[in-house]
């Protein structure tokens, strides 16, 4: 006996409340994102300062020639490497250790729910914040990381952490990657307790130890989670300016740019066409490396199969 196919026909007055429901979000959405988008685009192609608006006139790729105009002047490649070595360092020690947090969760322990929730709290507080705080604990002065370390011995002196050329930068990547390990320790926390532990059991049995039933059992399961949780994070990262912003502002003499606070600092000097440029740059930068990014995995999970 055949079932009937049932097809779900939303009156016209259902439908018409539902778009009003929607509308306000939609609104928003094109509103703050798209359209500031599509209006910074040919932005990047103009002399678009605010202290001369008489003067604003297509310039082409002038505002991109200038990014790349190899000067001593220039701190855009600067910015650039700052920028490899903020995204790479930060994802290395969030995943490292945020993976090392989520198989210490895996087992029961007396007080793993306070744990759970310590390990957790930081990613609950503002960027801005978190930046503040750390910015307070690097202080040359009175900030408690050299208190420690002068305690320990490490230091002799007391230490300006974000006000020398060679230490700003890593004391934000330091702080980036503390507040990014509940991040990769949630995602990986779900996604191992979506492994199924008869796997485990029938591993133990054939006798397999702990590192083969990790990498047999284990790394297939969660792959995919890994594989997303990385994208996600390396986008998120290379667009995360406020930690900086908070804590060095790019200082000293630039060392700690990376490109969004460069960006950022075009802007607030009214320079809306070379901000524009930059956050064109980041867009299509951002846009190749997820789809070289998606490829390459897929690639890799297909010669896996």
Request: glycine share 8%; proline share 4%.
């Amino acid at each position: 006996m055949k079932k009937e196919k049932r097809s779900i026909n939303h009156p016209a007055g259902e439908r018409r409340f539902i778009f009003l429901m929607v509308l306000p979000s939609l609104i928003t959405v094109l509103a703050l994102t798209y359209y500031p988008l599509l209006r910074g685009i040919p932005m990047a192609f103009q002399n678009y300062t605010l202290f001369n608006l008489n003067n604003i006139k297509w310039i082409g790729l002038d505002n991109f020639r200038e990014l790349f105009e190899v000067t001593p002047s220039n701190m855009f490649y600067t910015t650039l490497l700052n920028t490899l070595k903020w995204v790479v360092v930060s994802l290395a020690g969030q995943f490292l250790i945020g993976f090392i947090m989520a198989l210490i969760l895996q087992k029961n322990f007396r007080g793993k729910r306070v744990y759970q929730g310590l390990i957790f709290f930081p990613w609950a507080i503002s960027g801005f914040v978190i930046g503040i705080m750390w910015r307070w604990m690097f202080n040359g002065t009175a900030g408690v990381i050299n208190d420690i370390l002068i305690k320990l011995g490490i230091l002799q002196t007391q230490y300006g952490f974000l006000s020398e050329v060679g230490s700003a930068l890593n004391a934000v990547i330091v702080a980036n990657i503390w507040y990014g390990i509940p991040f990769f320790t949630i995602m990986i926390t779900a996604a191992l307790q979506g492994v199924p532990e008869e796997l485990y059991e029938a591993a133990s049995v054939d006798g397999a130890g702990v590192l083969k039933r990790f990498t047999a059992i284990t790394m297939p399961h969660i792959r995919p989670v890994i594989v997303l949780t990385v994208l996600l994070r390396v986008i998120w990262i290379f667009n995360f300016p406020e930690l900086i912003q908070a804590m060095t502002a790019g200082a000293p003499a630039g060392s700690s740019h990376i490109v969004t606070t460069l960006m950022m600092e075009k802007v607030r000097g009214m320079d809306y066409g070379m901000g524009s440029a930059i956050g064109l740059l980041c867009i299509l930068f951002l846009s190749l490396y997820t789809v070289v990014y998606l490829a390459t995995t897929r690639f890799s999970q297909s010669a896996q199969d």
